[in-house]
């Protein structure tokens, strides 16, 4: 197993997500940082300690930043609901460990050993980029940055932008020339992800324990996606943990990604998939094996207990 980092907001996706890479064996998860975006700092951090409690593992949950290093913020509680997981009362997690995220993101980079760690983003990218912009030499020990975030196309908050990205782009910009392998699962790669009513209850009929129940009640109180055609919501988040874990449910082309920073469009992510402006810096997820992806999901998730 490699070590993992994963930034988070949950956020019903990346309950999942976390879950995902909680309780799968290629990932050594050792540290779980928190960062406003689809509901406040408070939250994120409250349902990130939450979920780590739910799989029964012991790793430190650390709060870090609580709004984007510039701009406006703004939360999605009409996708997650005002608690961030659509109202699925979970029992209190294990408490905050002491510190700050981009503090102990810097830390573990500096004991690792050079491309080693994978750092995995879910939400705004504030804390893996102040992380970065205060050290960069530390991008020498990345394996890779696994990000879900921007588009090709639409976007999911602005018709240009996707949320995470629209929610700190001056963080996304500084991951994107950090000179790390970068790859991104953008909205066009979780829309494969489709969670439906059906799917739902094939992952209901594996039994599994408490962290397979809770997760199936947090999916069916996710809000269909009016942007799909109603059918059901992506798990966006899980898609970045999915390629850690498992890169064969996977298609990738290398691109050249950039994220606009000013006027309407801010948080726009420019990802050019042909006539490349300079070298590849980025990683695209293309094609997702959706079946693969969840039965992915049922088997890890079944088998904790
Ligand atoms: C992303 O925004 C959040 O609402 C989800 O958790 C996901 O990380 C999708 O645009
Ligand atoms: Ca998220």
Known sequence: PHPVVIDCDPGTDDAIAL??????PELEVRLVTAVGGNVGLGRTLANARAVVGLSGRAVPVMAGADRPIMGRFAAAAYVHGEDGLGGVALPEGPPAAPG???????????????????????????????????????????????????AVGEGNVTPAAEFNAWNDPEALAILLQSGCPVTLATLETTAQALCTPARVAALRAQGGGAPLRAACEIMARVPPSARLGGAGHPEHDAC?????????????????AGVEL?????GRTNIARFRLPGPANARLLEKLDAEGFFALLGERLAALP
């Open 240 to 256: 970045a943990v999915a390629w850690a874990v498992a890169p064969h449910l996977f298609t990738t082309r290398d691109v050249h």
């Open 19 to 24: 879950l995902l890479a909680l309780a799968s």
């Open 262 to 266: 000013a006027g309407p469009s801010r």
């Open 100 to 150: 700050l995220a981009a503090d102990a993101i810097r830390a573990l980079l500096r004991a690792a050993v050079p491309c080693s760690v994978t750092l995995i983003g879910i939400g705004p990218a504030t804390n893996l980029g102040l992380a970065l912009a205060t050290e960069p030499a530390l991008a020498a020990q990345v394996r890779e940055i696994v990000l879900m975030t921007g």
